[in-house]
Structures are given as C-alpha cells and as structure tokens.
C-alpha cells in the first residue's frame, strides 16, 4: 500500500525537480545517519510528500549540501534535512517494519520476518519517541488482518483502517493545525488504500487474496467506477490541504496530489493515457 504518493516529474519545473529530488536524497541521507546504512533499503517516495507537507507547514531550519552514495557513487548529488525529514525518517522505518510482520503474519514469508527482526532495535526507539503514531500504526494493521482474514467486502471498513494509520503519522505535534492534518492523512489514506486494492485486483484474484473490490472483476466499466470512487475520495484529502497555508513546495505537493497519484492508476487503466483531470486544487 506504498509508493503511490510520487511525483509527476513531467510536470514539474526544473527547480522544482531539483528540489523534490533533494528531498527525497535528504530523506536517505537521514535514515543513514539515524539508524545506520541498511535503514535506507526502507526509503520510498511516500514519506518524501510528508517532508514536504510538514516543512512547508512549519517553516522548520534545513541544513543542506551535496554528497555522493552508494546508488550515485560518481555524481554529488544535492540534498536537504529539517525536523520534517527527520520525523519522516522515523516514520518510513516504523511502517516498514510493521509492514515486514504483516507480510510474515498474512503469507508466513521467513525473509520478511528476519527484515523485522534487524530494524526491532531501530523501531523500539521509535516507538518509544512516538507512541502514538506506533500505536496507532500497530492497531490499524492488526485491524486489517482481521477484515482480510474474515473477508469482508465492504471497502470502507479497510480502507478507514488504513486512514486511521495515515491520520495520526501526518502530525508531527498536536497544535492548531492537527486536526487537519489528521483529517488529510485520513482521507488521503482510504485514497490509497482504494487505490492499492483498484491496482492488485487482477492479482489478487488469481492468487485467491483478500481484495474489496473482487466482485468486480473483468466487468468492462471498472475504469470508470474506480476513477468516481477515488476522485470522491480525494476530493476530501484536497479539501483539508487547501485549508493549509502552504507556501513553500506547495506547487511540488499539488502535483503529487494531482497528477502523481493517478500515475499508475492511468496507466492500468485509461487507454487514453494520463488524464488531466483526475483532480485539482
């Protein structure tokens, strides 16, 4: 249910590739330094939208520069860290590891087992440093086991788990701005979650896994049910990140929110390729 949260890179400016793609290095950088070098082997392109959201909510101080890796061992890459990419850091490995136990609870998969078991020490920091956002990680996971488990059709149940997660990892700090952020997190959640469920439909009726929308399988008009269902969903999300006074990457978010979310959903389904309006702000 990850790696959907990622930018059109088509429809960004130049600077404002640069400064996702610095993002995203930053985010790298800081799992290195937090919790060592195979920490980063957790990093994706979703919680690259929180550092963003939240600095640019929060306006917090950033230290940057440029650094080689080991995945661009040739070329200095640039690259930038706040209190925004160091709670996105926390977070990224916290949903990685409880996504590791979940892999091994739903399909006894030993290789997601032993991950896990490598990031224990790394995730009981965390936790400890964020109760809350663990909690609510751990509960909505389980939750979710349950429903697959007994196989209960309706989506709204699921995909409000997976909201309940998204809602409490998007606040850095209860302040006055909490109860929106949560209020995103949540309907950008059950957007992903519908979106994941749209995406593995096919496979997971052919393997015999859990999938809200089976029923619906092979009918001619799915595009079309999907897209109202997601844009309805969205439209929420949109709704509460309108209510925020985002300056700064605010045009970075927008993309990811409108045109890099649909990303994978077009080119699955719309035999027209990307559409242009799958939302807006």
Known sequence: MFGYLA?????????QFARYR????????CLKERNGQLSRLTLNYDMTFLVLLLGSLYEPEERSGESLC???????????????????????????????????????????????AFLKKAYEKIGAAYPRQCAAIGRSLSRLHEIEKENREAPDE???????????????REDRWSGILRAMGRALGRFIYIMDACMDLDADTFHNRYNPFRRYYGLRDNERRFRDILKMTLGECLYYFDALPLVQDAGILKNILCAGLWAQFDRKYSKKGPSDDSGSV
């Open 22 to 29: 610095a993002g995203y290095c930053g985010l790298c950088r």
């Open 70 to 116: 080991l995945v661009h061992p040739r070329e200095k890459r640039p690259w930038f860290i706040s209190e925004a990419t160091e709670y996105a850091a926390d977070m990224n490995l916290a949903l990685a590891r409880l996504k590791l136990l979940d892999n091994w609870q739903d399909d006894g998969n030993p290789l997601a087992l032993a991950e896990a």
């Open 7 to 15: 930018a059109a890179p088509e429809k960004l400016t130049e600077e």
């Open 158 to 172: 699921a995909a409000g788990c997976f909201g309940e997660l998204m809602g409490e990892v998007f606040i850095l």
